[in-house]
């Protein structure tokens, strides 16, 4: 056994519902002298007016994450796969802005060969919590506007049609609010993109380890598998490895007010996660 002498990134899109986002620009560069978000300077796409930022907090279940020397499918990838990390109870690892990066493990080690995928599984209920400011009221949970929001103690979909975060003209603290995956109806449960120069990504939601979900139903699990650009080569040479969970400009903050004044609302939403497995 060897251990790994590469860098491996997963930054996913996770959730294709909001791939209006993915482009938007980042709330840091449009914040006032007081930090406050200026609302005028989102990106508007007509329908929503958005810009992604770095959460303050985000508690994930991971359950599986593997390295592949051939491209795995459900039914296979437990054997064709070599487990970084693997906890069948799930493991919740919290990351966060003041803390830093959550560790998975300190140490690992491979068969020395060629792999061409990685593999993450992960659950398909998460928790995000995060409070920001803008320099103009904005319309939250129960219809009440305020310049402060903050996420909200509760757990939905995005298909229940109400606004994760609370606001209000006072600053207001921020509590963890889950957020349910669910396949949407018309949907395929599996489906691919290619968000980031890493290669190719497929995401499928599932209701067990190897079943997909029906849809119109939540995801229990979140099967994501990732097609290497360039595969990664195992050599004999032996060095430490770490893996985490790190927040980035992953969490999209979009408003639909403006469109829609009447049934719109501001709220947060998890575009994404990003793991890395780094040698040193």
Do not use: W
């Amino acid at each position: 056994m060897k251990n790994l002498l590469f860098t491996v990134f997963f930054s996913l899109l996770v959730f294709p519902t909001h791939a209006q986002v993915q482009g938007a620009v980042s709330c840091s560069d449009i914040r006032d002298n007081n930090g406050a978000i200026v609302v005028s300077d989102m990106t508007d796409n007509g329908v929503v007016r958005a810009c992604v930022v770095t959460p303050d907090s985000v508690q994930v279940d991971i359950y599986s994450i593997r390295l592949c020397t051939e491209s795995p499918s459900l039914s296979n990838y437990e054997s064709v796969c070599d487990a970084i990390f693997s906890d069948a109870s799930g493991r919740m690892i919290e990351a966060s802005v003041s803390a830093g990066p959550a560790s998975l493990l300190e140490d690992a080690s491979f068969s020395e060969g060629t792999y061409s995928h990685a593999v993450l599984l992960f659950a398909g209920e998460y928790a995000v919590k995060h409070s920001d400011r803008f320099d103009s009221p904005l319309k939250g949970f129960g219809g009440v506007s305020g310049e402060y929001c903050s996420t909200r103690s509760g757990r939905a979909t995005e298909s229940d049609g109400a606004s994760y975060v609370s606001c209000s003209n006072n600053s207001l603290p921020a509590e963890y609010f889950v957020e349910i995956a669910a396949r949407r109806i018309g949907s395929p449960a599996c489906g691919g993109y290619d968000p980031n120069p890493s290669g190719q990504v497929n995401i499928c939601m599932l209701e067990t380890p190897t079943t997909e979900s029906a849809e119109g139903d939540a995801a229990n699990y979140i099967f994501v598998v990732q097609e290497f650009s360039t595969p990664v080569q195992i050599t004999p040479a032996s060095q430490e490895i770490r893996a985490d969970m790190r927040l980035t400009d992953m969490m999209g903050i979009e408003d639909t007010e403006h469109s829609d004044p009447s049934e719109g609302y501001v709220s947060y939403f998890l575009n994404g996660v990003e793991f890395s497995a780094t040698v040193r």
